[in-house]
């Protein structure tokens, strides 16, 4: 039906990107050690609400279909659910990586009542000795303690996302029987290997073609 | 799903659909799905489809030749089965 391929035409690229990858803050209440951002603290030069505000309208201009958002730890900001709300508005949908430390319940509740928002929760590890070693301590309690609250609220299917060392690709299997993975419609394994991150001195865990 | 010249369609409320140099590019908002529309007359009759009690009407009124009636059901029933379109 075209005179011209499409692959000729994609040469012109696209009139607006599909999606946004926006790191929010750099600001973080953990300390990973494969931190691909070294995230800690933040940027003084960090957006400010109206700022962001203003990129959201610049995208929902060009119609861009949804953002991704990370960081750091996006939930940090105050203005975390002011920004969803006016992506929301906006017709942009979200996606965002958290640790979980600021899934309440009440924030649960509220992440449910939205559309268009997908989550996902980095765990690095299937039982608490494993991932805190990288993340931190008490970071798998947070963890588990963010989704059970997803649960609860009926967030729907969230993800958990994975960064694969040679620590934890033993426990693929175990990641799968976490308590609000064996439930249905609740949450799913997304697991992404460790292969060129800047870390903060891991490098001891990165993937090798022999680990698996 | 077969769509037939009887059908009548309109635009899934959950897609976006975002001209492009080529046609348009659709997401899905439900299902996640991104779609291209490849051809700039497809792109049109998809956006009418609505304002029609059939999709035979709608390839009439916006000027698509009868010896094409037949790609244009098959490209719509594959963007029914995207749920791009839906039966109204």
């Not at chain 1, 011209?4 to 994609?10: E, G, H, N, Y």
């Not at chain 1, 009926?154 to 033993?170: A, D, L, Q, Y």
Request: aromatic share 6%.
């Amino acid at each position: 039906m075209s005179t011209s391929s499409l692959a000729a035409q994609m040469k012109q690229g696209l009139d607006a990107p599909i999606c946004l990858t926006w790191e929010l803050t750099y600001a973080c209440n953990l300390q990973c050690v494969h931190c691909l951002s070294s995230s800690g603290t933040r940027d003084p030069r960090e957006l400010t609400t109206e700022q962001a505000k203003a990129v959201l309208d610049e995208l929902r201009d060009l119609q861009v279909f949804y953002i991704n958002i990370g960081g750091g730890e996006p939930m940090v900001r105050r203005d975390f659910f002011e920004l969803l709300e006016h992506a929301e508005h906006c017709n942009i949908g979200v996606k965002f990586s958290t640790n979980g430390a600021f899934i309440t319940p009440e924030n649960a509740r509220r992440l449910a009542a939205m559309n268009y928002l997908d989550i996902q929760i980095s765990l690095d590890g299937a039982n608490r000795a494993t991932n805190d070693r990288v993340r931190g301590e008490g970071s798998y309690d947070i963890a588990l303690r963010a989704m059970d609250n997803l649960r609860d609220a009926s967030f729907g299917r969230f993800k958990i996302s994975v960064v694969m060392t040679r620590e934890n690709v033993s426990q693929l299997d175990e990641f799968t029987r976490l308590p609000t993975l064996t439930e249905p419609n609740c949450a799913s394994p997304d697991y992404d290997p460790l292969v060129a991150a800047q870390t903060r001195g891991m490098s001891s865990t990165r993937l090798r073609p022999n680990s698996v | 799903m077969t769509l037939t010249l009887d059908s009548a369609c309109e635009l899934h409320p959950d897609v976006a659909l975002r001209p492009e140099p080529f046609g348009a590019l659709a997401y899905h908002y439900g299902n996640r799905r991104l779609i291209f529309l490849k051809h700039p007359d497809v792109v049109a009759v998809v956006r009418d489809a609505a304002n029609h009690r059939s999709l035979r009407e709608v390839l009439v009124e916006n000027g698509i030749a009868e010896s094409r009636w037949p790609s244009f059901i098959s490209a719509l029933t594959s963007l029914a089965q995207s749920e791009v379109i839906r039966v109204h």
